[in-house]
């Protein structure tokens, strides 16, 4: 199973950017993103599509449907620069566990 | 509250084995599945594998089956990841993060451990 990301996205401070995450018929399974900043851990922002751990900011949400699950973040910050990665658990696949390649976002 | 601290970076020659330990605290050890992810330099994440919680049964990516090892001292909290015959590119950073017990997302993720192969 494979999941694609675009390598960058950029945004503005203020406004609002969106992260995709494409795979086949990637709505029926649940997406989790994470974030890593540079020289750091990855940190789970978002779970099963739409579920924010505690201590992430409501500015991070998530949705999935059809072949596409988006994180997006509005009113981004500077201290959102980071790379992002969504992962499923796919129990039919060749391994059970896929990251997509991740995403750089910058913030202008 | 809920961590893990990895040990230290690592340096190895071409054929050796490195042995990561991964140390919880702040919740209960054996309630939760501990998965293994690694990130080469400049490159993205990469899964490993796991153990589960329950009767430490193991999963391993194809990529690693034959030299790869995970291993739990429930009485003290710790996971373990052995790589055996180790080459280049296996240099990287190793994770180690705890699953939740209600979805499969890993919430709780080790500082990571550099190892280094080089002869």
């Known amino acids: 199973y494979v999941l694609t990301q675009p390598p960058s996205v950029s945004a503005a401070p203020g406004q609002t950017a969106s992260i995709t995450c494409g795979g086949n018929?990637?709505?029926?399974?649940?997406v989790h993103w994470n974030q890593q900043k540079p020289g750091q851990a990855p940190v789970l922002v978002v779970y099963?599509?739409?579920a924010r751990p505690s201590g992430t900011p409501e500015r991070f949400s998530g949705s999935n449907s059809g072949n596409t699950a988006t994180l997006t973040i509005s009113r981004v910050e500077a201290g959102d620069e980071a790379d992002y990665y969504c992962?499923?658990?796919?129990?039919?696949?060749?391994?059970?566990?896929?990251f997509g390649g991740g995403t750089k976002l910058t913030v202008l | 509250q809920a961590q893990l601290v990895q040990s230290g970076a690592e340096v190895k020659k071409p054929g050796a084995a490195v042995k990561i330990s991964c140390k919880a605290s702040?919740?209960?050890?054996?309630?939760?599945?501990m998965q293994w992810v690694r990130q080469a330099p400049g490159h993205g994440l990469e899964w490993m594998g796991w153990?589960?919680?329950?009767?430490?049964?193991?999963e391993y990516s194809r990529k690693f089956r034959g030299r790869l090892t995970f291993t739990r001292d429930t009485s003290a909290s710790i996971g373990y990841m052995e790589l055996n015959r180790l080459t280049s590119e296996d240099t990287a950073v190793y994770y180690c993060?705890?699953?939740?017990?209600?979805?499969?997302?890993?919430?709780?993720w080790g500082q990571g451990t550099m190892v280094t192969v080089s002869a």
């Open positions: 993060a705890r699953q939740r017990d209600d979805s499969d997302a890993f919430d709780i």
């Open positions: 702040g919740y209960t050890f054996t309630n939760h599945a």
């Open positions: 153990i589960n919680s329950v009767n430490d049964n193991t």
């Open positions: 018929d990637i709505g029926s399974k649940f």
């Open positions: 099963d599509n739409t």
């Open positions: 992962q499923v658990w796919d129990s039919t696949g060749a391994e059970p566990v896929v």
